[in-house]
């Protein structure tokens, strides 16, 4: 079954450490999308990438960094610099038609990690 | 950022329809409205999305106003498991990024 598979689901970290969650799809999609999500709160996207070794800062990038090294894969550290690291992070994929195309842009979820800081 | 506004949260009756409103009155031509939902804890998961014309699927049904400012999700009959959060959202720009609200908290009551 395609999807998109995210691991650990379940993360504590001690202050200063870096962690690295990892999200991996079979779906064959060309972009993949990192968000947070805070008790009650919606979700709000940290980065975002269109194509391999491309990616963008979403509205809340600070303290994390991306890499896409490969279309399937899109891990993301949490860093020592991000100040509030507990929370929901959600990854999704979808097929990049690109605005210009004006085409639909359904997102497919994983299940999310929930990091605590300690 | 947020360019879509629902109700924060709404109660339904079990087996009775619940018609989730949005409002995006600042959608351009040619973008789509897109309707996910949220059961605590998991990630979310589409519903529907339409353009212009109305549209069905197995799990529910998207009305969108002539003027496209505004659009209802219509659930024809509210099980419990429909309990969650729904998101209704808009393309941000000429980018690819969907920018999720605070959606709205729908509880199912028996």
């Known amino acids: 079954d395609g999807g998109i598979t995210q691991s650990p689901k379940y993360l504590f970290r001690k202050e200063g450490q870096n962690v690295t969650l990892s999200c991996e799809q079979n779906?064959?999609?060309?972009?993949m999308y990192w968000y947070r999500q805070d008790p009650g709160q919606g979700l709000r996207l940290i980065y975002y990438?269109?194509?391999?070794?491309?990616?963008q800062k979403g509205d809340i990038a600070e303290g994390y960094s991306v890499s896409r090294e490969k279309k399937e894969s899109f891990p993301l550290t949490v860093t020592s610099a991000q100040k509030n690291p507990t929370a929901f992070y959600l990854c999704?994929?979808?097929?990049?038609?690109?605005?210009?195309?004006?085409?639909?842009?359904?997102?497919?979820f994983g299940a999310g990690s929930r990091l605590t800081v300690l | 950022d947020a360019k879509t506004t629902q109700p924060t949260s709404m109660d339904c009756a079990e087996g009775r329809a619940a018609n989730l409103p949005c409002n995006h009155s600042t959608i351009s031509g040619n973008e789509y409205v897109y309707w996910y939902r949220q059961i605590h804890s998991q990630g979310p998961q589409y519903i529907i999305h339409?353009?212009?014309n109305n549209e069905t699927n197995e799990m529910a049904s998207l009305i969108i106003t002539e003027d496209r400012k505004s659009s209802t999700l219509i659930l024809p009959h509210a099980t419990l498991r429909d309990t969650a959060v729904y998101y209704c959202i808009v393309r941000v720009g000429n980018t690819d990024k969907l920018i999720f609200g605070t959606g709205t908290r729908l509880q199912v009551f028996p």
């Open positions: 990438s269109q194509i391999v070794n491309d990616f």
């Open positions: 339409g353009l212009k």
């Open positions: 779906l064959n999609h060309d972009a």
């Open positions: 999704a994929s979808s097929i990049d038609l690109g605005w210009a195309f004006s085409g639909a842009n359904v997102l497919t």
